[in-house]
Nanobody, 124 residues
């Protein structure tokens, strides 16, 4: 049974930082691309960042480029999203996802497994 469990969300002031974790089990983690997505109330879920199976390639949404960093530790079956300089518009539920994804990292449909999400709240 595949599980992805996000943690690290919480309340932070604008300008602050958080690090989200995505702990995976039940799959060959090092074979999977990991993506982070987010969804705010009333909005569709959107792509945030992705990292290739080896960690050698990363890709970011323009809205977070330069502020967020995605990484992974295949020995720990865990991926991370470090979020700096948080803005109120970053407030959302953040989801991690795993997929055997080719070149199009932004498409939700290419990800096979999803976590339950972790809430990030940014106060202004």
């Amino acid at each position: 049974q595949v599980q992805l469990v996000e943690s690290g969300g919480g309340l932070v002031q604008a300008g602050g930082s958080l690090r989200l974790s995505c702990a995976a089990s039940g799959l060959a983690f090092s074979s999977y691309t990991i993506g982070w997505f987010r969804q705010s109330p009333g909005k569709e879920r959107e792509f945030v960042a992705a990292i290739s199976w080896s960690g050698g390639f990363t890709y970011y949404a323009d809205s977070v480029k330069g502020r967020f960093t995605i990484s992974r530790d295949n020995a720990k079956n865990t991926a991370y999203l470090k979020m700096n300089s948080l803005k109120p518009e970053d407030e959302a539920v953040y989801y991690c996802a795993a997929g055997l994804v080719g070149g199009t990292f932004t498409l939700e449909t290419l990800y096979n497994y999803w976590g339950q999400g972790t809430q990030v709240t940014v106060s202004s």
